[in-house]
């Protein structure tokens, strides 16, 4: 079967975003990475709060960069806990950050685990980066237990066109983003072909203050390095203009797709799928469960 056949293209560019790169180079920006992201405190409440993992799980990051969202895991949960991530940099950084999480440097194509071994895998803000994302939910079905359950954090389009202080300060960025990551859909289609279960999507929002404009002035937001150097500056003039009156009121907001392997015949044939997520996308904040 095409792969790309009733896929949501671009929509600019009709053409899939797979076949656009940015070419981030996260080796080089992995120090100012590690100082000024964090992870969403949302998204992570969500994780914990839909997947039901305990201590006794096994959980895999994909494209964990300098561990954010797997270290947060692994101290919230105490589970067994791995991140991958294909920047040596970025391992590196994660490596100085918790020595109980186990970190590799794989790409999500072959992530280098074995089989059928994992309660929850997930990724935040990284299917934009990865060029063969068929591959990857393959991936993602394959170290999968059956019954386990896939989470991808990315943005939608209404979450890139809503997106505060992006959207706002670098207006830019806006259709630029929307070229290079891929459709709802799209992510849909390639999980439903490597024999996963689509559960649902959720809008994941995190209300907060900014209050500092350095981690924009570093730029460790990327798309801020795909619009011109005249667009940024202006933006940047504009967002420490109003913090000189004070915090700017913001909304890290995402959209959380998640999917699940099937249950295999057998003697786990009687445990339930987890419930599919009763909503599609919704433009106000899901309540923790
Ligand atoms: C925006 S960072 C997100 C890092 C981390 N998940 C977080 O939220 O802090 C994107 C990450 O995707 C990684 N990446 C790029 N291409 C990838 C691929 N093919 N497979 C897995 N990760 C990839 C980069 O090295 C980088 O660490």
Not at 146 to 152: I, S, Y
Request: aromatic share 6%; net charge neutral.
């Amino acid at each position: 079967m095409n792969e790309n056949a009733n896929v949501n293209l671009c929509p600019a560019q009709k053409r899939p975003f797979s076949a656009l790169s940015t070419g981030i180079q996260y080796n080089q920006i992995a120090h100012e990475y590690a100082r000024y992201r964090e992870s969403d405190p949302a998204a992570i409440e969500r994780l914990l709060a839909r997947s039901g993992i305990s201590s006794s799980s096994r959980v895999v990051e994909i494209g964990c960069g300098t561990g954010n969202y797997i270290c947060a895991i692994q101290e919230r949960v105490g589970c067994e806990c791995f991140g991958v991530d294909p920047s040596t940099g970025m391992i590196a950084k994660a490596r100085q950050r918790n020595l109980k999480v186990t970190f590799s440097v794989a790409p999500a194509e072959r992530l280098g685990l074995p089989e059928a071994a994992f309660d929850l895998v997930f990724s935040a803000d990284v299917i934009h980066h990865v060029q063969d994302r068929a591959a990857c939910f393959r991936e993602a079905f394959r170290v999968l237990r059956p019954g386990g359950m896939l989470a991808t954090l990315t943005d939608s389009e209404d979450t890139i066109r809503r997106r505060m202080p992006l959207a706002l300060y670098f207006p830019e960025t806006v259709e630029a983003e929307l070229r290079r990551y891929p459709a709802i859909k799209e992510l849909e289609h390639y999980s439903e072909l490597a024999g996963l279960t689509i559960l649902g999507q959720e809008v994941v929002e995190h209300p907060y203050q900014l209050t500092d404009a350095e981690s924009y002035n570093k730029k460790v937001f990327s798309c801020l390095r795909l619009i011109s150097e005249e667009a940024f500056a202006s933006g940047l003039a504009r967002m420490k203009r109003d913090l000189r009156r004070g915090p700017i009121v913001c909304v890290a907001r995402s959209l959380m797709l998640w999917n699940q392997r099937p249950c295999e015949a057998g003697p786990d044939e009687d445990k339930p799928l987890a419930q599919p997520i009763s909503h599609d996308i919704t433009p106000a904040c899901v309540s923790p469960a």
